[in-house]
């Protein structure tokens, strides 16, 4: 029997994209969405693979993940992957949000990330086997402008799977993140907030314009999200996968700005030892 690996955030973009991938390569894939009827990306992968299916899965809803992730293990036995693919973007800067548009972001692209996780980890850990990989991005690494609420989801996701990572390590499962940089999609299409063009009466209105214009032909000149889906078969099957990877040499070289050990490796070794006797 193949493996089986379950794809939050399936009906479109990266994971569409990484549904066929991973198909392709032989999982059984289970593609979930909020809706994933309506994407008729997901219909024809479904009729071109017979190991894959597609499921609802609401990842801000604790019914919704607890169903989902339970009906997944009752009819296929297991989940030895786990993409952790959902998430939207918000522009804007700490003034221009309200506090709800500021709990909206962490409640799709942390709370979703953390509430699907920590469904399938309980299994995992008893199977001493697994892994999870959860899409993150460049501003989990680097924060951008007028990104200040995607910024902070990001950044949480960040800190909560590298802190995992080290304890979960101990029990056989592997946790790694995934940062790509811009990404043709319908991503930057679907932003929430100060996405469109500022009016005058807005104090902020020449830089977030600017922003803006500046952001719609980096994502018009971005990896496609096949190329990013090639980086996650590539985690799936590697026998030794690292806590973090970057999807392009652009978006390496960028977190390299910050980050001295791109791959994480000596990271999770160092915090390892503090779980050693």
Same mark, same amino acid.
């Given at each position: ?147 200040? #609420?995607?910024? $902070? ?8 799977? &590298? *802190?995992? !990572? %080290? /304890?979960? +390590? @101990? ?41 803006? #214009?500046?952001? $719609? ?8 999200? &096949? *190329?990013? !889906? %090639? /980086?996650? +078969? @590539? ?43």
């Amino acid at each position: 029997m193949s493996s089986v690996a379950v794809i939050t955030g399936a009906s479109g973009g990266i994971g569409v994209a990484t549904t066929r991938e991973l198909a392709a390569a032989g999982w059984t894939v289970v593609a979930t969405a909020r809706e994933p009827e309506t994407s008729d990306a997901l219909r024809e992968l479904a009729e071109q693979y017979p190991g894959l299916e597609y499921r609802t899965l609401d990842v801000t809803s604790d019914e919704s993940v607890d169903s989902c992730i339970g009906s997944v293990r009752a009819d296929l036995g297991t989940i030895d992957l786990l993409v952790n693919n959902a998430g939207a973007g918000h522009r804007g800067t700490l003034e221009q949000l309200t506090i709800d548009e500021l709990s909206q972001s962490m409640e799709l692209n942390f709370f979703g990330v953390a509430r699907v996780t920590k469904a399938v980890l309980p299994a995992m850990r008893e199977a001493r086997a697994g892994r999870i990989i959860t899409v993150t991005s460049l501003n989990g690494v680097v924060a951008l402008p007028f990104s200040d #609420a995607y910024n $902070a989801a990001k950044f949480a996701v960040e800190g909560l799977m &590298e *802190s995992l !990572a %080290a /304890v979960m +390590r @101990e029990f056989g499962v592997s946790i790694s993140v995934l940062e790509p940089g811009p990404v043709r999609t319908a991503f930057f299409a679907n932003l929430g907030g100060h996405a469109d063009a500022a009016g005058d009466d807005d104090p902020y209105a020449l830089l977030i314009n600017r922003f803006n #214009a500046r952001m $719609a032909t980096l994502g018009s000149g971005g990896q496609s999200a &096949e *190329s990013v !889906a %090639a /980086v996650i +078969r @590539e985690i799936a099957a590697d026998p030794s996968p690292a806590l973090r990877y970057q999807s392009s040499e652009q978006s390496r070289e960028f977190a390299a700005r910050k980050l001295v050990d791109t791959t994480g490796r000596s990271i999770l070794d160092a915090t390892t030892t503090l779980l050693q006797p």
